[in-house]
């Protein structure tokens, strides 16, 4: 559908839930615990949170103001806002479509280790104290072709089913849902970490900053999680924005979904590291954390299946909304440049992720030996995408909004003619994404490269 015929997020709430969704996923609970933990703790958060200010929060601005603007897909919005003339910058609308494809190939597959993983904890097929024997557990799951594939395709199933319902009846009524129960369950895991003898020194080590750990590299993976932790660069952000109704105010929006989506991150810390450290675990497990380290945590406490299968079901609802935003830019692409119903639309997205997510599936089994530039299917995906579309798409979106575009009409009179605040935000926020995000995304896209 186009034009007022459009589906659209019903309240402001509800669109702020959506896209908070889209923001929360499975690297607040599994990918910035490990980060955090890998790169010195507080000192880490400290930079993170400054690269956030400049340049995750402008350009999600600016990435969800062309969408409201436009009201149309990620290929068409390009279309629609570009000057005559210069219809190549659409380019940035399929770069996204290509990212949401490649991203969920295997992010899917990450996602069903953690639905399986629920009832692993449910049933204490993964209750062990010693890292290494979870390690095991771990390696047979992912080695197993058969668990792998039905695992993915679970995943694929309930989200396309989700997605083929709409934004108004899908995406916004699981994300009303959703979101408050993954902020209770957190809430819960916290209050039983933060009771443990020694939880003490985890929180110390989450909160009080050693700066002398501070490095050029510590300072550039910041920069790269602040980057994608906000799902910028590959259309998601511009899609929900098409999506959003003409009185949403967009800063104050964007500025709520950060600050929540730093809380569901330092929540997440809360409940693994003072457990981490409150029997003697290794804090810098990185992104074995969640499916070794995290057993062996909760299996060590009183009632430690109970809040295992907690963990892991949150971790689950975590993944649903990220999905959703990445499934959607294709599924609206599909709808809104090539006619298709959405059911229809929302089935042929879901088969192609499927057939390309095979050899992502299998990249620990049967095409653990396939290898192209030296990567397995499933690195070469994370890859393509994360190291280069969705930079490289950041980077054309900042350029396009700071010197092709400007600002939107309801953004100029917002700047014009809000509350002091309100200018100083959308002056601010413009003046990031014109000066400051190419060069730091362009920063992140060479080192994404190894050129540093």
């Not at 969800?64 to 290929?75: I, K, Q, Y």
């Not at 810390?269 to 954390?289: C, D, H, R, T, W």
Request: net charge positive; proline share 5%.
């Amino acid at each position: 559908m186009t034009g007022n015929n459009r589906d659209a997020f019903t309240t402001t709430f509800g669109a702020l839930l959506a896209t908070l969704g889209s923001a929360v996923g499975l690297g607040n609970i599994w990918k910035f615990p490990s980060l955090t933990g890998a790169n010195g703790g507080a000192g880490f958060l400290v930079v993170y949170l400054g690269a956030t200010l400049l340049v995750g929060l402008p350009v999600m601005i600016a990435e969800t103001m062309l969408g409201r603007t436009a009201r149309a897909d990620a290929v068409t919005s390009f279309d629609r806002l570009a000057p005559k003339g210069q219809g190549w910058w659409k380019i940035i609308g399929w770069m996204g479509f290509a990212a949401a494809l490649l991203i969920m190939a295997f992010y899917s597959e990450v996602a069903g280790w953690v639905y399986a993983y629920v009832f692993k904890a449910m049933t204490g097929e993964i209750a062990t104290v010693d890292p290494k024997v979870a390690a095991v557990a771990f390696g047979k799951l992912v080695s197993d072709p058969v668990s792998s594939l039905v695992w993915q395709w679970v995943v694929l199933a309930i989200t396309g089913t989700i997605i083929a319902f709409g934004v108004s009846k899908g995406i916004e009524a699981v994300a009303r849902r959703l979101m408050p129960l993954l902020f209770v369950l957190l809430v819960v895991l916290c209050v039983r970490s933060l009771s443990l003898n020694g939880a003490g020194q985890g929180l110390a080590f989450l909160f009080d900053p050693d700066f002398t750990k501070i490095t050029p590299a510590v300072v550039l993976t910041a920069l790269g999680l602040a980057f994608f932790k906000l799902s910028l660069g590959m259309g998601t952000m511009l899609t929900y924005g098409s999506y959003f109704r003409p009185e949403q105010n967009i800063p104050a929006t964007a500025a709520r979904v950060m600050f929540a989506d730093l809380s569901v991150s330092l929540l997440a810390g809360i409940a693994i590291f003072p457990a981490v450290f409150a029997f003697g675990f290794e804090p810098a497990a990185g992104p074995s954390l969640v499916f070794m380290t995290i057993p062996a945590v909760f299996t060590s406490m009183p009632g430690g299946t109970i809040f295992m299968t907690v963990f892991f079901v949150l971790t689950a609802i975590a993944s649903v909304g990220a999905i959703l935003s990445l499934l959607e830019v294709p599924v609206a692409v599909l709808i809104e440049r090539f006619g298709m119903r959405r059911k229809t639309a929302a089935a042929t997205t879901i088969v192609m992720i499927g057939l390309l997510g095979v050899p992502a599936a299998l990249s620990q089994s049967l095409t653990a030996e396939t290898k192209i530039f030296g990567m397995n299917p499933f690195d070469l995906f994370d890859f393509l995408s994360s190291n280069v579309l969705l930079p490289a798409g950041g980077i054309l979106i900042a350029i396009f909004v700071g010197w092709v575009h400007g600002l939107a009409e309801p953004e100029k009179r917002m700047a014009a003619e809000g509350s002091p605040l309100a200018r100083v935000s959308i002056r601010a926020a413009f003046f990031l994404v014109r000066w400051v995000a190419p060069v730091a995304i362009a920063i992140i896209l060479l080192n994404g490269l190894k050129v540093f």
